[in-house]
C-alpha cells in the first residue's frame, strides 16, 4: 500500500492503492480489480464505465517483499512507488461497525463473522440483508484494522470544501470502542482510507439473504449504532469549517 498521487494543492486528494493476494483496489475506485505480474510487467485487469474490460500493462521498475515501483503515463513519465504497510496494533475485534453517507450504507460484523448490511439512496444494494462473511475476507478486515495507527488516530478528520460524503466506523474491543470518521478524502491516514475502501465493499464477497427487520430503525435505534458511528457535526451534513480546529 501507499500513495498513488498527491498533489501539492491543499485541495487536491490523495489516492491509494491495495494489493491483496491477486486483487487491487484503490480508494477513488469502490471496486476491486484483478492484476497479475509476469517478469518485469505489471497487469492490471479493469472494467470499463461501459462494463468493457481492460486490461492496463504497466513496466515495473523494482519489486520486493517490501516495495513495488512501477511507470505509469502515454510516455511512461509518472513513477509509482508503493510500499508495504506494517501492523501497528494487535485489536481483536468483537464487533466491527461501519457507515457511509454517500452512498447510504450500514455495515455490521461480528466476531462469529455475521454479516448484516442496510443499503439506502445511491447504494447499489438497497434494503436489509445478512450473512456469513467468509474467514478469508474477515482476516482481510482484520489485518487492515491492525495496520491503523491508533496511537495518533483522531475521531474526525474533515476535508476544506462542502458537498462530499462522510464514511464513519467503530471498532469495539476489550469493552472499548475505536473509531473514527472521514469527512471528503484529505488528512485522513492511507490505512484507514484503505480499509473503508475494503468496507464498501466487502458484502459483495458474502452470499446474503433478505432480511426486512435490519432496516434503518435497526441501526438508528435498536443498538444506538448512529451515536457511535456519528462525528461532529453529523454524518449526513457537511461539516462547519472552524478556523484553527485542527
Known amino acids: 500500500m501507499g500513495p498513488k498521487q498527491n498533489g501539492e494543492d491543499a485541495f487536491s486528494q490523495p489516492v491509494f492503492v491495495c494489493f491483496e493476494d491477486s486483487t487491487y483496489q484503490n480508494t477513488s475506485e469502490q471496486d476491486t480489480f484483478t492484476y497479475e505480474v509476469r517478469k518485469d510487467t505489471l497487469y492490471l485487469n479493469k472494467v470499463d464505465h461501459d462494463g468493457h474490460p481492460r486490461l492496463n500493462k504497466f513496466p515495473i521498475v523494482k519489486l520486493t517483499a517490501d516495495s513495488l515501483v512501477w511507470l505509469e503515463g502515454r510516455k511512461q513519465e509518472y513513477t509509482i512507488r508503493l510500499s508495504k504497510v506494517r501492523a501497528?496494533?494487535?485489536?481483536?475485534?468483537?464487533?466491527?461497525?461501519?457507515?457511509?453517507?454517500?452512498?447510504?450504507?450500514?455495515?455490521?460484523?461480528?466476531?462469529?463473522?455475521?454479516?448484516?448490511?442496510?443499503?439506502?439512496?445511491?447504494?447499489?444494494?438497497?434494503?436489509?440483508?445478512?450473512?456469513?462473511?467468509?474467514?478469508?475476507?474477515?482476516?482481510?478486515?482484520?489485518?487492515?484494522?491492525?495496520?491503523?495507527?491508533?496511537?495518533?488516530?483522531?475521531?474526525?478528520?474533515?476535508?476544506?470544501?462542502?458537498?462530499?460524503?462522510?464514511?464513519?466506523?467503530?471498532?469495539?474491543?476489550?469493552?472499548?470502542i475505536t473509531r473514527s470518521a472521514a469527512y471528503g478524502h484529505y488528512q485522513e491516514p492511507l490505512e484507514l482510507d484503505v480499509l473503508f475502501a475494503k468496507l464498501f465493499t466487502v458484502y459483495t464477497h458474502v452470499n446474503l439473504q433478505p432480511d426486512s427487520t435490519l432496516n434503518d430503525d435497526y441501526f438508528f435505534m435498536n443498538y444506538n449504532i448512529m451515536k457511535e458511528l456519528i462525528p461532529p457535526p453529523n454524518i449526513f451534513l457537511a461539516p462547519k469549517i472552524v478556523p484553527g480546529k485542527r
Open 88 to 176: 501497528k496494533n494487535t485489536i481483536i475485534p468483537d464487533t466491527i461497525r461501519f457507515a457511509s453517507s454517500t452512498p447510504n450504507m450500514y455495515v455490521e460484523i461480528d466476531s462469529s463473522r455475521n454479516f448484516r448490511f442496510h443499503g439506502g439512496w445511491h447504494a447499489s444494494l438497497k434494503g436489509g440483508f445478512r450473512g456469513k462473511i467468509s474467514e478469508s475476507q474477515y482476516k482481510s478486515i482484520i489485518d487492515k484494522i491492525r495496520n491503523l495507527p491508533l496511537d495518533t488516530l483522531r475521531e474526525y478528520y474533515e476535508a476544506p470544501w462542502t458537498d462530499d460524503f462522510t464514511t464513519s466506523i467503530a471498532i469495539y474491543h476489550k469493552n472499548k
